[in-house]
């Protein structure tokens, strides 16, 4: 072989290596944040993570269960949720995790759950409202809310306010509101909130998104003195199922292609995990974090009299008086 050819050969193989190289070190760099004070402990503390069968929520659980946490799973699929029960027992060595069937598409079954919650236990230090979809095709949920605004925000208003006196007898507690950059593009349409009139899959979900930092902000001027804490994140571009309703052409080309500038689930539960531990953030509240700090969201999302209006809404909407 001629030595041009093992001249090409060998530059060739060179510039995949570092090809190779650059994007291992690019997929590296977008893990964002790290919460690394793995030597905090939960002993004696009790959580709840609401989508904890998957994604960022099952990595928040392990995590938590590890620290000594007594952990509850709320999740809609009975299957799904005890495999993923027993998956957290094992890697965290802490049996004291449970599931129990939570349907956030169900005002029904959100009160059944708060209600079964309350006879089991008499305390509740941290509520994780990480359960949600994202760019769903049109469809309602029992009670007859568009999905997203109804499982991403309505399903855990209820849920949140059913658990306050719980959290509030266990303070300093925390809830948490996994929220999302998209809320940048998302706006409340105060005339057509449900999607009546009409309906995009990417505008509604950056409503619901939205919607999670309004009502972190509302909830938390409503609980000042109390010592429980609220705050909303976003946990970044996540390789996890919330994308399972894209078209079939991310999932078959250009997912793979991206898997570099996905963050891995357990970086994307970083956020969340520090804001139910760190004690640092005791008595931070009403603030919206990404990549384990505080950031500053969009206009739209620090707007009070929105929040105050979306609050009054959403009582009507879950009956929560009632």
């Known amino acids: 072989m001629e030595n041009s050819t093992w001249a090409w050969i060998g530059g ?3 510039v995949v290596l570092l090809l190779i190289i650059l994007l291992y070190l690019l997929h590296k760099f977008v893990q964002g944040g790290q919460f690394k004070k793995d030597h905090i402990l939960m002993d004696g503390k ?36 005890e495999e993923a029960r027993l998956e957290v027992i094992e890697k965290s060595g802490n049996p004291h995790v449970y599931f129990r069937p939570l349907d956030l598409a169900s005002m029904a079954s959100i009160r059944t759950f708060a209600a079964n919650f309350k006879n089991e236990e008499t305390r509740l230090d941290v509520l994780m409202n ?19 605004i109804g499982v991403n925000h309505m399903g855990h208003f209820l849920l949140t ?5 719980l959290l509030k007898k266990s303070a300093p507690s925390r809830i948490i509101n996994v929220s999302s950059l998209a809320h940048s593009m998302g706006q409340i349409n105060k005339a057509d909130l449900n999607s009546d009139k009409s309906y995009n899959r990417i505008s509604a979900y950056g409503q ?5 930092i309004l009502f972190t902000r509302e909830l938390a001027r409503r609980l000042e003195g109390t010592k429980v804490t609220v705050n909303a994140l976003h946990p970044g571009v996540v390789n996890t199922e919330l994308a399972r309703h894209f078209p079939a052409f991310f999932h078959f080309i250009l997912r793979p292609a991206m898997y570099t500038i996905y963050k891995t689930p357990k970086s994307g539960a970083q956020t969340q995990i520090r804001l139910a531990v760190d004690p640092v953030l005791e008595d931070v509240t009403g603030k919206y974090f990404s990549d384990c700090k505080e950031a500053k969201p969009r206009p ?23």
């Open 12 to 14: 060739t193989i060179g």
């Open 46 to 81: 009790v959580v709840i993570i609401t989508g904890a069968n998957t994604g960022i929520g099952k990595e928040s659980a392990i995590d938590l269960a590890r620290r000594g946490a007594k952990v509850y799973m709320g999740c809609r699929d009975k299957k799904r949720g």
């Open 130 to 148: 990480n359960a949600g979809v994202m760019m769903i095709p049109k469809c309602h949920t029992e009670d007859g809310f568009e999905m997203q």
């Open 161 to 165: 306010n059913l658990l306050l006196d």
């Open 208 to 212: 619901s998104k939205l919607a999670n």
């Open 300 to 322: 739209q999302a620090l707007d009070d009299e929105m929040a105050a209006w979306l609050w009054n809404e959403s009582v009507k909407w879950t009956k929560l008086e009632g």
